[in-house]
């Protein structure tokens, strides 16, 4: 597509409830990244992935929280037994490595997770 | 450490004024050097980017950014802000070896009539 699609944008969840975020990258995007972005705070890195391979889950909170993008296109965010502090805007951006090797991030919207 | 300062949460400008935001860096390699905006509700969008060549780098919807590497800095400036630009935004930086941007906390940027 011509731009990152993510859905749902808003999820309201009961605490304890499973939750699965979607992300449609550019087509042909390799790169794939998944942010946790906070109210008043700059995004904060969670996973990478090149192609269908995670490459860095560094940034997972807690074992409650999982990715996969098991075709290398489509990507899903899976919080589970959600929790309060769960409650933030989750980001997808995908990106064509520049020729100089640098990474350009094209953002999608976001999905506004919030637990109650 | 790597990091990114942005030292002003807030700023407040008059429309048609100039506007510019700070960004300061820590970044042990070449720093590849971005800022995004991003508005309410909205995902972020690239502003523009530093990767090498001409300090002075121009970006959309009128912006240009400064690479200073004496002063760590990547400052963002606009000659004439318009209401549309109220947003929030963020610099960045990255390199060439490293995938992952290490993030500012962000600029609110607020036009007043």
């Known amino acids: 597509g011509a731009g990152v699609s993510q859905s749902p944008r808003y999820k309201v969840a009961k605490r304890g409830q499973d939750v699965a975020l979607r992300c449609d990258p550019i087509?042909?995007?390799?790169?794939l990244f998944w942010y946790q972005q906070a109210l008043g705070q700059g995004p904060e890195f969670l996973t990478y992935?090149?192609?269908?391979?995670?490459?860095?889950k560094s940034g997972l909170p807690s074992d409650r929280f999982f990715a996969e993008r098991p075709e290398g296109s489509v990507s899903t965010l899976k919080i589970q037994r959600t929790q309060q502090e769960d409650s933030a805007v989750y980001l997808c951006?995908?990106?064509?490595?520049?020729?100089?090797?640098?990474?350009?991030?094209?953002f999608g919207a976001g999905s506004r997770l919030t637990v109650l | 450490a790597q990091s990114v300062t942005q030292p002003d949460i807030h700023i407040t400008v008059s429309e048609g004024a100039s506007l510019e935001l700070r960004c300061n860096y820590s970044y042990g390699a070449t720093p590849y050097l971005f800022w995004y905006v991003q508005s309410p509700g909205q995902g972020l969008q690239l502003l523009l980017k530093y990767f090498s060549g001409d300090t002075l780098v121009q970006g959309i919807k009128g912006f240009e950014a400064e690479f200073k590497r004496s002063q760590s800095s990547f400052n963002l400036r606009k000659p004439s802000v318009h209401w549309s630009d109220a947003a929030e935004y963020f610099c960045?930086?990255?390199?060439?070896?490293?995938?992952?941007?290490?993030w500012g906390a962000g600029t609110k940027l607020i036009i007043k009539p």
């Open positions: 992935f090149q192609n269908e391979a995670q490459l860095d």
């Open positions: 951006a995908s990106s064509a490595r520049n020729r100089d090797g640098a990474n350009v991030l094209t």
């Open positions: 960045a930086v990255g390199g060439n070896s490293n995938y992952q941007l290490i």
């Open positions: 087509s042909g995007h390799v790169s």
